[in-house]
């Protein structure tokens, strides 16, 4: 019999619906659900004069959240570095069916040269 240790995200007394395998990895969406939270806290807070809907604005601050770095290199001016990740676990190699690997054609070794 196999033991497999699941970490599931805990937030307000509710277990939300997502495990992780890897503890790193439950500890990185916690952490960028902090960031969420704090951001949309931050928007509604601010007093925009445009009204936007509650669902909108947690929407948003998880996505900014998830693409932090990207964010971070925009807000310094730069490019972003690479592909925006939305939706959730789009990019994510575990929530995608497994593709077949291909492999590549072994190299043809050159021959030494005889003189």
């Given at each position: 019999m196999a033991v497999i240790t699941k970490y599931v995200v805990v937030r307000n007394g509710v277990a939300l619906?997502?495990?992780?395998?890897?503890?790193k990895e439950a500890d990185a969406y916690d952490k960028m659900l902090d960031a969420a939270e704090n951001l949309a806290g931050y928007i509604k807070d601010a007093g925009l004069e445009i009204d936007l809907d509650g669902k909108i604005i947690d929407t948003l601050s998880v996505f900014i959240a998830k693409n932090g770095p990207?964010?971070?290199r925009i807000l310094k001016g730069q490019k972003p570095n690479g592909p925006t990740v939305w939706p959730p676990g789009e990019n994510k190699k575990e929530d995608s069916p497994a593709a077949p690997a291909r492999k590549k054609a072994p190299?043809?070794?050159a021959k030494p040269k005889v003189k």
């Open positions: 619906d997502r495990e992780f395998l890897v503890k990207q964010v971070t190299a043809a070794k």
